[in-house]
T-cell receptor, first 112, second 113 residues
Framework: KAGVTQTPRYLIKTRGQQVTLSCSPI?????VSWYQQTPGQGLQFLFE???????NKGNFPGRFSGRQFSNSRSEMNVSTLELGDSALYLC???????????FGPGTRLLVL | QQQVKQSPQSLIVQKGGISIINCAYE??????FPWYQQFPGKGPALLIA?????SEKKEGRFTISFNKSAKQFSLHIMDSQPGDSATYFC????????????FGTGTSLTVIP
C-alpha cells in the first residue's frame, strides 16, 4: 500500500505571497491532519479533516487554512506568507478517530 | 503550554547500551500514546504505541513503560545501534473529538559505535 504523499517537497516563496500544499493520504484513510515542524517549536498541530469536514484546529492564525476533497486528498493554504512560516509542513493520515497516524515526508517551505 | 513534556533533549549512548527517553503529560483524557522516530529529511514514522490499559508494551528492542498514576511514559531502546540515531518524539491524543495529537519537543539520540 502506498504511503502518504506530499507535493511539492520543497518550496521557496517570498514574504506576502501565498502557497498551497497538497497531501494524498493512504488509500482508505479518511482523516488527514497537518502539522508545522520547526526547530524551535517542534511539531505543532494545525488542523484535522475527516470526510471533508474540519474536526479540530490548532492555535494558528487564520492565514492558515485547509480543505479536504471527497477522495480524502487534502490541501493546506497559507496566505500572506511571513518569514516565520518557514518550516517543514507534515501531513498525516489515519483510518479514523483514535487510530495511528502515518506521516508523509513533508513539504519544506522557505520564505525569503 | 506544552501538553506533553519530553526529556532529555539530547542523548548519547554507546552501541549496545540502553537508551531511555521520558515523557510526562497532564491531561488525563489522553488515551493513546505513540512514539515516533524521525530521520533527517523524513517524516516521523510510528515506532510503537500504547493505550493506558496496559503498563508495558514491547516490540523487538523497543519497549514503552506506562505509569498512569504518575502520568508518565517512557521509551526504552535495548541494545542501541548506530542505526537508531534519530530524533524521537512522544505524543498523546484524545479521541472523542477527533484526532488531535500533542507532541513532545523531541530527543536527538546519537548511538556511538
Amino acid at each position: 500500500k502506498a504511503g502518504v504523499t506530499q507535493t511539492p517537497r520543497y518550496l521557496i516563496k517570498t514574504r506576502g505571497q501565498q502557497v498551497t500544499l497538497s497531501c494524498s493520504p493512504i488509500s482508505g484513510h479518511r482523516s488527514v491532519s497537518w502539522y508545522q515542524q520547526t526547530p524551535g517549536q517542534g511539531l505543532q498541530f494545525l488542523f484535522e479533516y475527516f470526510s471533508e469536514t474540519q474536526r479540530n484546529k490548532g492555535n494558528f492564525p487564520g492565514r492558515f487554512s485547509g480543505r479536504q476533497f471527497s477522495n480524502s486528498r487534502s490541501e493546506m493554504n497559507v496566505s500572506t506568507l511571513e518569514l516565520g512560516d518557514s518550516a517543514l509542513y507534515l501531513c498525516a493520515s489515519s483510518l479514523g478517530t483514535g487510530e495511528t497516524q502515518y506521516f508523509g515526508p513533508g513539504t519544506r517551505l522557505l520564505v525569503l | 503550554q506544552q501538553q506533553v513534556k519530553q526529556s532529555p533533549q539530547s542523548l548519547i549512548v554507546q552501541k549496545g547500551g540502553i537508551s531511555i527517553i521520558n515523557c510526562a503529560y497532564e491531561n488525563t483524557a489522553f488515551d493513546y500514546f505513540p512514539w515516533y522516530q524521525q530521520f533527517p529529511g523524513k517524516g516521523p514514522a510510528l515506532l510503537i504505541a500504547i493505550r493506558p490499559d496496559v503498563s508495558e508494551k514491547k516490540e523487538g528492542r523497543f519497549t514503552i513503560s506506562f505509569n498512569k498514576s504518575a502520568k508518565q511514559f517512557s521509551l526504552h531502546i535495548m541494545d542501541s545501534q548506530p542505526g537508531d540515531s534519530a530524533t524521537y518524539f512522544c505524543a498523546a491524543s484524545t479521541s472523542p473529538a477527533g484526532n488531535q495529537f500533542y507532541f513532545g519537543t523531541g530527543t536527538s539520540l546519537t548511538v556511538i559505535p
